[in-house]
C-alpha cells in the first residue's frame, strides 16, 4: 500500500547501533491482524489515498508500454485484435484486485491472483467489482496463502506482478520468494516490481510498525534481485502523485533471470 513519507524529524537520531535489522522485525501475524482490520475497497487498499489510483495504474500501463516498446512481442506472447497480450499473468499480494481491474486484464488473456487476506479474496472470487471479469473468463485461479509460503507451477506466467506488497517479506524470504518466481515464469517472461522507496538520509531500510512492513532502499532492492538470479533490465520512478501528499517515492523494476547474452546497446531508463 502507499504509505507517508516521514519527515526527517520523525526518523530515528540516535546513533546508537541498530542490532536488529529492519527485516527481522516483520511479524506476520501482526501484518494480516492489520490488514485483516481495513476496509476491502480502494480507499483502504491505498491507505487512504484513493486519490492516487489513477495516477499509479496510468504510470503502470505506460511502463508496461515501454517495456513492448523496447523488447517487443515474444514467444510469450499472443496478438489478439491488432494489441499485444501476455497469456496468463498472477497478480501477487492482489488485495481486492485493483491492479488486476485497472491493468492487468486489460493486458492480460488470464490473470491468477495471491492475496493471503480472505476477505480481499472474497472481494475478488465473489464481489460486485470483479462479476464482468469473472464473466469473461479473465479471472483464473486465486490463492489465498502468503507470498513466503505460495508455490507456483513452473512455466506459469508471461508476467508475475508485485506491488506495494514485497515489504511484509524478510530479505530471505523475498530472495527465495523471487527464486520461485523465476521458476514461474515462461520463456521471455517478466518479473515487475513496484514498491516504495526509502528516503532515509543514511540510506537504510525503514520499519512499519504499523503494518510491519520494511521500505527497502533502492540499493537494497537491487541486492536482493541479483541474489535471488534476477537481472534488472529496466527501471524508472512513477510521476504524477502530487507531493502535498508526503508519500514515497515510487520504483518500477522490470526483471529477467540471469542468463548469458549478447550486450544489449539499450539504456536502462531511470
Not at 512492513?213 to 520512478?237: I, M, P, W, Y
Request: aromatic share 8%; glycine share 8%; net charge negative.
Amino acid at each position: 500500500m502507499t504509505r507517508v513519507n516521514p519527515s526527517p524529524e520523525d526518523e530515528p537520531t540516535d546513533e546508537k547501533p541498530h542490532t536488529i535489522s529492519p527485516d527481522a522485525q516483520i511479524n506476520h501475524a501482526a501484518a494480516l491482524a492489520y490488514w485483516g482490520s481495513v476496509q476491502p475497497d480502494v480507499n483502504g487498499m491505498l491507505g487512504g489515498y484513493p486519490q492516487i489510483s489513477r495516477i499509479d495504474l496510468q504510470g503502470s500501463a505506460n511502463f508496461l508500454a515501454k517495456l513492448r516498446r523496447l523488447y517487443g512481442p515474444n514467444r510469450s506472447l499472443e496478438a489478439t485484435q491488432g494489441r499485444t497480450h501476455y497469456s496468463r499473468a498472477v497478480d501477487c499480494g492482489a488485495g481486492i484486485g485493483r491492479v488486476t481491474r485497472g491493468l492487468l486484464a486489460d493486458v492480460c488473456d488470464v490473470v491468477d491472483l495471491v492475496e493471503p487476506v480472505h476477505r480481499f479474496a472474497r472481494e475478488v472470487e465473489h464481489g460486485t467489482d470483479m462479476a464482468h471479469l469473472r464473466d469473461q473468463g479473465k479471472i483464473g485461479k486465486v490463492y489465498t496463502t502468503p507470498l513466503e509460503t505460495w508455490e507456483p507451477a513452473p512455466g506459469m506466467y508471461d508476467l508475475v506482478w508485485n506491488q506495494w506488497c514485497l515489504g511484509h517479506l524478510t530479505d530471505a524470504q523475498l530472495v527465495a520468494y523471487l527464486s520461485r518466481c523465476i521458476k514461474a515464469l515462461k520463456e521471455g517472461g517478466w518479473v515487475v516490481v513496484k514498491e516504495n522507496m526509502s528516503t532515509d538520509v543514511q540510506k537504510k531500510d525503514l520499519f512499519d510498525p504499523e503494518d510491519n512492513s520494511v521500505t527497502r532502499t533502492d540499493e537494497k532492492f537491487r541486492q536482493l534481485f541479483n541474489d535471488a538470479g534476477l537481472e534488472l533490465v529496466q527501471t524508472e520512478l512513477q510521476t504524477g502523485i502530487p507531493r502535498s501528499l508526503g508519500l514515497y517515492p515510487v520504483r518500477f523494476y522490470a526483471l529477467r533471470p540471469v542468463t548469458p547474452r549478447e550486450t544489449d546497446a539499450r539504456t536502462p531508463f531511470n
